[in-house]
């Protein structure tokens, strides 16, 4: 089974686009470029994994 890392991102709380990723280590790489400008009172962000058929 694939797997597929899905990166969700909240920001002032509206939901963004999701992105999808082949490999972990490119969506912990953008997830550590959204983070530069975060801010945790109003925003979110996570990594979600899921297997494909």
């Known amino acids: 089974m694939k797997k597929i890392w ?3 991102y ?3 709380g ?3 686009e999701p992105e ?3 490999n972990k280590i490119s969506a ?3 997830k550590q470029e ?3 400008h975060f801010n945790p009172d109003y925003d979110e962000i996570e ?3 899921k ?3």
């Open 28 to 30: 912990a790489k953008r």
């Open 10 to 12: 909240v920001y002032r």
């Open 6 to 8: 899905l990166l969700i």
């Open 51 to 53: 297997g494909i058929i």
């Open 14 to 16: 509206l939901i963004q």
């Open 47 to 49: 990594i979600f994994e």
């Open 20 to 22: 999808v990723f082949t």
């Open 34 to 36: 959204i983070l530069r």
